[in-house]
Nanobody
Framework: QVQVVESGGGLVQPGGSLRLSCAAS????????MSWYRQAPGKQRELVAF???????NYADSVKGRFTISRDNVKNTAYLQMNSLKPEDTAVYYC???????????WGLGTQVTVSS
């Protein structure tokens, strides 16, 4: 069983920055991919960013150029650096850790990001 814990959320003004962390239990070899999703009130859950164990990444078009995903395979931790935040970035951000490609993955409970004046 894998534990996933997100942290780093909070309240920021538009244009501000936050760095989210996702800590997953288990060894590096147990985690193929780590992803950040977000869900805003009344909206569908969407994939924000994804990173594989070899560093391949994918981003949602809405965050390209503003967000950067990275990971530390030794610590089994993924990060999401969020810059130039907009009110529409407001959401609960969830982390998912996949042990193998195509697996369901394990979810954290989420961390709230609120961008508001």
């Amino acid at each position: 069983q894998v534990q996933v814990v997100e942290s780093g959320g909070g309240l920021v003004q538009p244009g501000g920055s936050l760095r989210l962390s996702c800590a997953a239990s288990g060894s590096r070899l147990n985690i193929y991919g780590m992803s950040w999703y977000r869900q805003a009130p009344g909206k569908q859950r969407e994939l924000v960013a994804f990173i594989t164990n070899v560093g391949s990444t994918n981003y949602a078009d809405s965050v390209k150029g503003r967000f950067t995903i990275s990971r530390d395979n030794v610590k089994n931790t993924a990060y999401l650096q969020m810059n130039s935040l907009k009110p529409e970035d407001t959401a609960v951000y969830y982390c998912n850790a996949q042990l193998t490609a195509g697996s369901y993955g394990y979810w954290g409970l989420g961390t709230q990001v609120t961008v508001s004046s």
